[in-house]
């Protein structure tokens, strides 16, 4: 057992790509960690999309040993946090299970949206933070600029801060002491009964649920009766351990330490991220806080492309579910795609994820329609409903009023884009509320904008208008009405439940040109003539005519093309299995999320 | 049957629709390249698959820009180390209009070459020109003259079609004037924009504009039509003959029969493996140099993929798949095998099922690759 006096459990939280990942491996580095054959950059970005897409999308836990230079041992638990705004329910749940807090800031970018947002979760916890000014190796960087505006906007001491590059190793050895002198050993008794805090889980086929626990109070050892809380479940721990970054199992787990809990747990409801283990036998008297629910906002539906996969869609979507409880999921039908789910995110960014973590882990080909938000209709039976999929609209007549999310956004960015910003925000039906210097050359400006209107691409319009300097933090404002109507879009006359969506009706006409238009690129020639039409209600307001396919043949084909030319048929084919059928008409899988792109 | 392939990779200039392994080289290169030719001969008929051979096909490249002697040579010693089943095997070589003599091919006719196959292409020269051809129509009028005059029994003439700025009537004139010469053989293949080829750029920059489909479709019908009626009986997709006078070698390819293919690039299939050489000409030189064979790629084919993949061939040929050869060759019936997805396809017409036989309809040809892309 470790002396909680020699524990400390931090987390790095920061905007993204500040550095946070970057700065672990160091810390890995120097804590001997992890050997220099194995490492490799950003080490704790372990899943293939993390790596790919050079964030981090799943906070990552690893125990450490550090040797301070007082020639004291200590045992570090460091969680690496997501900086991306999608992400930043893994981060609240990580500071949970920490005394303490890297704040990590871009020396040459400044305080910026998830600096805050991050930094006001720790500070709600009671964390001890530390700021480390990262980056200082660049020639932009400006530390004393960046501290000051630390002071001034979150109000942080910032005479300790730390000046480092986690790319060239600066600063590091600082940052370690800073950790062992300044953030407090946690305080919980070890001899209490038992309350292990639920931050993290997911599925292992062999060992079931694997639960990823911060011991508050109390210890947990294999053999031991545990009872999840909120289920009143029973389960008998297999195995206890901690992650040194590899797996390894240990005799216990004690108040302030971090590890991670086995016991054959198959039910995947039983585990919840946010509930309290207790020992069967000397249950604790009240469950830990836990953590509050997150609302998604954006919905898509998903669905198996091969609709007999729907029962393998199911148990992945619960198990992939039980690793990331921030999205929901609720069945639905859908005439044109069969069985599937209507899900809900944190954004898109979140949505695309789990999609594709869906599409990997679990070896599934998935189609998933264009995002919405939800809409609240009164009815003119005056009966109110909520719906999350356009499909779903009541037709006309049966509409009293139709209300749309409004959020508020705040756009953090340097005084030299704000005309092209808010050029974007008025193209996007925004109302600007406020508009304010966080220095002298960065300005925060608010906005009310219709969720919908910003739901596919005014992220990545924003970033491009401003280089990437720009960011943004949003919450929800509530419904308000407005005159919306259902756009349905029919091929062969017949309407596609999947490609209809929800739009403002003054741009209904626009859009449904436009949609109609990318349809008509997007769905290749096939063997019969295929019309496609936008309307509402009944009024048919674009059409497009693809006339069938004529010719498709290959020339030559003698006995040293015949491998080449299999090849290019199996391709064929392999394009029109991954199409969905509606009809005779087979439309390529990016049409159903492609739709909103306009 | 069994097929022998030689490839000739030169060419005198390179055409810009043209991704073939080909091109020009230098006569020294030529040189080693016929030197790991013959020694690729010498070692593959050693081996035990080399087994006795129906046909020869001397393609390329342009084998003709090659001295006529060395030709020669590797058709002496193909004839020497490898078996064959008649004394009289059909041997084809290709031949661009530009690059033929009198002299030569009267040579090569000594040398036991019976069929030629004159890449005329083109009988206008605003065509040869679009095509960036070195020769000129009177160059293929005379080389047609020749190959006659030294008395080749099968001359086969390959044109192309749906050139840029080519109309119906410029095609028809091509036709007329191919039909005009009296070959045995035509070879009509519509122009294909291939992979990374000059004419593709310059295709993609719209400085080039391909006829539309319309009109293609239109000249497709015309060959059809006019080469029927002039005794051309069609064959296969791209391929007429006079009656009894097809191409053996490419027959045995659409049957997927066995072939054994030697030079740079050449594929052999000898079931179930099909296997590729080098493609560039200098890594085949240095492989045959070092160990007498240069194969580089290799696969291997079960029963079912090959049952299909002859079954996407065998749709080439007019004539089709015989049912019953088929179930007895492969123990698959294909009417069962396919199912529903070849239901599909008779009833939209693009098959038909006549005599035990299963064909391409004529609007089943235009659009092969949908058909063959559901069977394959
Ligand atoms: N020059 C320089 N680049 C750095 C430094 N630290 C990180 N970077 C670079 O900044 C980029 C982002 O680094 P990450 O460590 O992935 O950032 P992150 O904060 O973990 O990003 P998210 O997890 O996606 O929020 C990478 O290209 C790093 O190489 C530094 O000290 N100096
Ligand atoms: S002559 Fe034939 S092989 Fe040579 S470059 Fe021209 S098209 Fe290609
Ligand atoms: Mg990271």
Known sequence: MTDPERIRNFCIVAHIDHGKSTLADRILEITGAVSARKMKKQFLDQMDLERERGITIKAQTVRLTYQSEGDERYVLNLIDTPGHVDFSYEV??????????????????????????????AI??????????????????????????IEKIIGLDTSGAILASAKEGIGIRETLEAIVHRIPAPTGDSEAPLRALIFDSWF?????????????????????????????????VERTGIFSPDPMYIEQLSAGEVGFVTASIKTIHDTRIGDTITERDHPAAQALPGFRPVKPVVFCGIYPVDPAQYDHLKSAIERLWLNDPAFSYNIESSAALGFGFR???????????VKERLEREYNLSLISTAPSVSYQITLTTGKLIQIHNPAQMPTSEKIGQIAEPYIQVEIYVPKRYIGPVMKLCDEKRGIQTDMYYLTESRVVLRYEFPFNEIVLDFYDRLKSVTRGYASIDYEFLGYRSANLVKLDILINKQPVDALSIIVHRDKAYYRGRELVGRLHKIIPRQMFEVIIQASIGNNVIARERIPPLRKDVTAKCYGGDITRKRKLLEKQKEGKKRMKQIGHVNIPQEAFLDILKV | MAGLYIHIPFCKTKCPYCDFVSGPFPVEIQKRYVGALLREIETTSQEAEASCFDTLYIGGGTPTVLPVEWLVSILEKTFDLFSWSDIHPEV?????????????????????????????????????KVLGRSHSVSDSLSAYRYAREVGFPLVSLDLIYGLPGQDVEGWHKDLEGA???????????????????PLKRAVLRGEV??????????????????????????????NFAIPGRECRHNINYWENGAYLGLGCSAVSFLPPYRERNIRDIFGYIESVRDTGRAIEEQEVLDTEARFRESVTLALRLIRGISLPEFSEKWRYDPIIYYGDTLKVLLARGLLALEDQHLFLTREGRRLANVVLSELV
Request: proline share 4%; aromatic share 4%.
């Open chain 1, 343 to 353: 899900c809900g995110f944190l954004g898109l960014l979140h949505m695309e994820i």
């Open chain 2, 209 to 238: 504009v391909l006829p539309d489909e319309e009109t293609v479709l239109e000249m497709t019908d015309l060959t059809e039509d006019l080469l029927a009626r002039n005794g051309y009986r069609q064959y296969e997709i791209s």
């Open chain 1, 204 to 236: 292992d086929s062999y060992q079931g649920a694997v639960v990823l626990v911060k011991i508050v109070e109390g210890n947990l050892r294999p053999g031991m009766w545990i009872r999840m809380m909120s289920t009143n479940q029973v389960y008998q």
């Open chain 2, 92 to 128: 084809t070589i290709e031949a661009n209009p530009g690059s033929v003599t009198e002299r030569g091919l009267r040579e090569l006719r000594a040398a036991g070459v019976n069929r030629i196959s004159l890449g005329v292409q083109s009988l206008s020269p605003g065509g040869l």
């Open chain 1, 124 to 149: 709600e916890n009671d964390l001890e933070i530390i700021p480390v000014l990262n980056k200082i190796d660049l020639p932009g960087a400006d530390p004393d600029k960046v501290a000051q505006e």
């Open chain 1, 92 to 121: 609240s749940r990580s500071i949970a299970a920490c005394e303490g807090a890297l704040l990590v800031v871009d020396a040459t970018q400044g305080v910026e949206a998830q600096t805050l947002a991050n930094v006001y979760m």
């Open chain 2, 179 to 197: 039909i005009s010469l009296g070959p045995d053989h035509i070879s009509c293949y519509e122009l294909t924009v291939e992979g990374d080829t």
